[in-house]
């Protein structure tokens, strides 16, 4: 049994995967042929960070909301969700857990909740390690 509220980690990746939505949507509109820089002209480079910004904004609450989650967790809980990602991705097995939460304990520092924020794939990490875990 893992040290910390199922519930907690599925709302995690939840939000996890709402802030990752809106990145996707972000990196979408930068890659989309209508920012071609050859057409860039001072009005439309200004509408576009414009557009930026409304689309930065709405990040922003998803990421604060994101990072709050993770924050509001106890320091236990930090090195259990830590390790829980790294199940999840595989740089552990569910048999070595007890170790990657000694591991999380020991580089642990007050920006958990930026690390695992910025690890690609993060929800999906901890689902997966969710379920390893879920398994024995």
Same mark, same amino acid.
């Given at each position: 049994?893992?040290?910390?509220?199922?519930?907690?980690?599925?709302?995690?990746?939840?939000?996890?995967?709402?802030?990752?939505?809106?990145?996707?949507?972000?990196?979408?509109?930068?890659?989309?042929?209508?920012?071609?820089?050859?057409?860039?002209?001072?009005?439309?480079?200004?509408?576009?960070?414009?557009?930026?910004?409304?689309?930065?904004?709405?990040?922003? =609450?998803?990421?604060? %909301?994101?990072?709050?989650?993770?924050?509001?967790?106890?320091?236990? @809980?930090?090195?259990?969700?830590?390790?829980?990602?790294?199940?999840?991705?595989?740089?552990? =097995?569910?048999?070595?857990? #007890?170790?990657?939460?000694?591991?999380?304990?020991?580089?642990?520092?007050?920006?958990?909740? @930026?690390?695992?924020? %910025?690890?690609?794939?993060?929800? #999906?990490?901890?689902? @997966?390690?969710?379920?390893?875990?879920?398994?024995?």
């Amino acid at each position: 049994m893992i040290p910390i509220n199922k519930d907690k980690v599925e709302y995690i990746i939840s939000v996890g995967r709402e802030y990752r939505e809106g990145s996707m949507a972000m990196v979408n509109e930068e890659l989309s042929e209508s920012h071609n820089s050859d057409t860039y002209t001072e009005h439309n480079l200004a509408t576009v960070m414009e557009d930026r910004k409304t689309i930065e904004h709405a990040q922003d =609450s998803a990421y604060n %909301e994101l990072k709050a989650a993770i924050d509001n967790l106890n320091e236990e @809980e930090h090195y259990t969700l830590v390790a829980l990602m790294w199940v999840g991705r595989g740089t552990y =097995s569910p048999d070595e857990f #007890d170790k990657a939460r000694a591991d999380a304990r020991e580089a642990s520092n007050e920006h958990t909740a @930026e690390y695992i924020i %910025e690890t690609p794939l993060f929800p #999906d990490y901890l689902e @997966e390690g969710l379920s390893q875990m879920s398994d024995d």
